[in-house]
């Protein structure tokens, strides 16, 4: 019964591998989010999704797309991922207009060896 | 650029005593957040405190928010182990109509130990 889920934990991969990381929540929230933690634990923000719909795209590399197939989840895929991108990925849910707390998953730890 | 800078970075305490955490930042908010992430783990949301609130209590938590400073501090009073965490102040940017954008910045956090 875990509000936000994120597969898989742990992510080790080589430089140029594609990779995807999903999430969902089952909060029956209508946002989510994709934060990245750094190694000096600064989160920032990447994207979000309001019903499916990308809200917030900050300045991210093209080799990140998300995908929002219904209001329940979000996936980030990776493309020709590089050393930079070792990171802990967040995925978080609110409910838009009504709730401004965000609900965090337990990360996905990514490697790029 | 960053949006939260929090101070100090680091905290050490022992069981019982109060801890205080500070956030400045920069531009105009909707609201302020609290979270906290114990090591290897998501955050955790803690309390939130509107632009137009000055002081907030939840528990053993309390929240100030001076807009005119552009500054927040959380105080955790009569700490236990258990509080040992990073804690992250994070502002929700107002829109041109005032509300939320649903884009949380964040600071880099403080590091607080509490000793048993």
Known sequence: DTAVSQTPKYLVTQMGNDKSIKCEQNLGHDTMYWYKQDSKKFLKIMFSYNNKELIINETVPNRFSPKSPDKAHL??????????????????????????????????????? | SQQGEEDP??????????????????????????????????LVHLILIRSNEREKHSGRLR??????????????????????????????????????????????????????
């Open chain 1, 75 to 113: 996936n980030l895929h990776i493309n020709s991922l590089e050393l930079g991108d070792s990171a802990v990925y967040f995925c978080a849910s609110s409910q838009w207009g009504i709730q401004e707390t965000q609900y965090f998953g337990p990360g996905t730890r990514l490697l790029v060896l």
């Open chain 2, 9 to 42: 970075q680091a905290l050490s305490i022992q069981e019982g005593e109060n801890a205080t955490m500070n956030c400045s930042y920069k531009t105009s908010i909707n609201n302020l957040q609290w979270y906290r992430q114990n090591s290897g783990r998501g």
């Open chain 2, 63 to 116: 929240v100030t928010l001076d807009t005119s400073k552009k500054s927040s501090s959380l105080l955790i009073t009569a700490s236990r182990a258990a509080d040992t965490a990073s804690y992250f102040c994070a502002t929700d940017a107002a829109n041109a109509g005032g509300t939320s954008y649903g884009k949380l910045t964040f600071g880099q956090g403080t590091i607080l130990t509490v000793h048993p």
